[in-house]
């Protein structure tokens, strides 16, 4: 009942957008600033890349790059100066992909499974077929934690007046906290909304 009235709620400040031409834009400053032969693959994950999930003003674009070797902050931050949006980046090697997959990081399912992948197809093609993804420890404690700091948020935002950041904080609480639980007694990692709504009407 809580993410069913959350989703409404989110729905009725979702704006017309188009984030193809963000993803262009981001696309181009990225080989720009790496080159081709130092950048692999980007991959929006998350919100963004469910056009229908993304709130304007609340989401951020969650953004992977995959790349042989890592630039500075002052290096990259052209990459989405011209945007307009709040882009949440994240650079990793082929091996922290690999690293991240290996200890079932809910980022590793994310980037298979809650992704817009945006260049470097056949990169990203390759590699899941080389590396398998598991539920693990780490998987069910990340979530976990992250639900009880999302609560935690929610609760500041609150107390603050901020009460369109504590709708959303307390949005990403409850869904973390219903993926750990869909995790811990299905071992699956559910991506969207209505994924998760679906299967918790189930238990």
């Given amino acids: 009942m809580y993410m069913d009235i959350l989703l409404r709620y989110k729905c009725l400040i979702v704006g017309d957008m188009d984030l193809n031409n963000v993803f262009k834009n981001i696309r181009d400053n990225a080989l720009k600033i790496f080159g081709k032969d130092n ?44 945007t307009g949006y709040r882009v949440s980046p994240v650079f990793l090697t082929p091996n922290d992909l690999k690293m991240l997959v290996d200890k079932g990081y809910p980022l590793s399912h994310l980037l298979k499974n809650d992704s817009k992948i945006i260049y470097g197809e056949d990169f990203i093609r390759d590699f899941w077929k080389e590396n398998k993804l598991n539920i693990t420890d780490k998987t069910l404690d990340y979530l976990y934690r992250s639900s009880l700091v999302a609560l935690s948020l929610a609760a500041e935002d609150y107390f603050s007046k ?7 904080h307390l949005y990403h609480s409850i869904r973390h906290a219903f993926r750990w639980l869909i995790c811990k007694e299905y071992n699956v990692f559910l991506t969207s909304n209505k994924s998760i709504l679906d299967e918790m009407k189930l238990l």
């Fill in 162 to 168: 901020m009460y369109r950041e504590c709708i959303s």
């Fill in 39 to 82: 950048l692999y693959s980007i991959i929006v994950f998350g919100s963004a890349s469910r056009p229908e999930e993304f709130v304007e003003g609340l989401s951020d674009i969650d953004i992977a790059f995959i790349v042989r070797s890592k630039k500075n902050i002052s290096e990259t931050i052209n990459i989405f100066s011209d």
